[in-house]
C-alpha cells in the first residue's frame, strides 16, 4: 500500500495551496462544527472533537475559527446544520472507493459526486458495495528523520499503539481510533516529532493498477477530493512509487 501512503503525502504538501484558497479550512471547520454537535463542546470528553480541533490546528487553521466552529457546533449561533454521508463507488481498473462527506444539502452532494465518477471514469456505488472492505484505525504519523525507529517502536507500543511502519520520510503508528488521540499525546510527552494524526479507513487488501488506468484512479480521486462538501477519500488501490512520481512529473 506504499503507493497509497506517498500519494497521501504528496496531496498534503499541495493542501498548503488549498489553505490559500480557504478551502482545506472550510473543511476542517466543518468537522469540527459536527463533532461539536454530535458529541458536545468539551473538547476532553468529546474525543471525536479533540481529533478534529487537533487536526486543524496541525493545518494552522487559527484558534479564533476553531472556537466559533465549536460554538456553532453547540448551538450558540446561526448557521448551516451539517450531517455526516458516506458515498461508495468503483474506480478504473476496479479500485473500491469509499467517500466521507459533510453536507447541508444531501441531494447536491450526491449530484456533485455522481458527476465526479462518471465524468473520470469511475462508477458510484450501492451503499454497502464497498465499505465491508475496510477497517477504521487510528495513523500517527512521526517525522522519520528525526527519530529513530527502535526508540520510537519501543516507546509508541508502550503507549498503547498496535503496529509502527517507515513509510518514505514518515513512520506511520497505528493505534485503536478511540485511543489514538491518548497515544498521539504519550508520544509527544516523550518528544516524539508528530507530523499528523487522523482516523483513516485502512483496506483489507489492494487492488493492483498500472498505467493509464494508475493516472485515471489518481484523476478520479483528486476530483472528488476538490469537491467542497467531500471531507476523505479512501481507496484500496496499489500504485507503485515510481509510477506515482511519473504522474505527478507529467
Same mark, same amino acid.
Given at each position: 500500500?506504499?503507493?497509497? &501512503? ?43 472533537? #479533540? &481529533? ?11 484558534? *479564533? ?12 449561533? =446561526? ?49 454497502? &458495495?464497498? $465499505? ?11 517525522? $522519520? ?21 517507515? %513509510? ?22 516523550? =518528544?516524539?516529532? %508528530? %507530523? ?17 488506468? #494508475?493516472? #485515471? ?10 469537491? *467542497? *462538501?467531500?471531507? &476523505? ?11 506515482? *512520481? ?5
Amino acid at each position: 500500500m506504499s503507493g497509497h &501512503s506517498k500519494w497521501s503525502q504528496i496531496k498534503r504538501k499541495k493542501g498548503a495551496l488549498d489553505e490559500k484558497r480557504g478551502q482545506m479550512f472550510g473543511k476542517l471547520l466543518r468537522a469540527v462544527e459536527v463533532a461539536s454537535r454530535e458529541g458536545g463542546t468539551n473538547i476532553e470528553g468529546n474525543m471525536t472533537l #479533540a &481529533s478534529a480541533v487537533q487536526k486543524a490546528r496541525d493545518y494552522s487553521v487559527p484558534w *479564533d475559527n476553531i472556537e466559533r466552529a465549536i460554538k456553532r457546533g453547540g448551538g450558540d449561533t =446561526g448557521g448551516a446544520r451539517y450531517e455526516e454521508v458516506m458515498y461508495e463507488g468503483f474506480g478504473p481498473g476496479g479500485v473500491a472507493i469509499l467517500i466521507q462527506a459533510l453536507t447541508d444539502n444531501r441531494n447536491r452532494t450526491g449530484q456533485e459526486v455522481r458527476h465526479a465518477f462518471s465524468r473520470m471514469g469511475g462508477n458510484l456505488g450501492d451503499p454497502g &458495495s464497498v $465499505a465491508w472492505m475496510f477497517d477504521r484505525r487510528g495513523l500517527i504519523e512521526v517525522d $522519520a528523520q528525526k527519530v529513530k525507529e527502535d526508540d520510537l517502536l519501543e516507546k509508541a507500543l508502550e503507549s498503547g499503539a498496535t503496529d509502527v511502519r517507515q %513509510v518514505e520520510k514518515v513512520f506511520e503508528v497505528t493505534a485503536n481510533p478511540d485511543e489514538m488521540e491518548a497515544v498521539r499525546q504519550a508520544l509527544e510527552r516523550q =518528544g516524539m516529532p %508528530v %507530523v499528523e494524526a487522523r482516523v483513516d479507513m485502512v483496506p483489507q487488501s489492494t487492488v493492483k493498477v498500472e498505467g493509464k488506468e #494508475a493516472a #485515471a484512479v489518481l484523476r478520479l480521486i483528486e476530483a472528488l477530493e476538490e469537491q *467542497d *462538501d467531500v471531507q &476523505s477519500v479512501y481507496s484500496n488501490y496499489d500504485i507503485a512509487d515510481e509510477v506515482i *512520481d511519473a504522474i505527478t512529473a507529467a
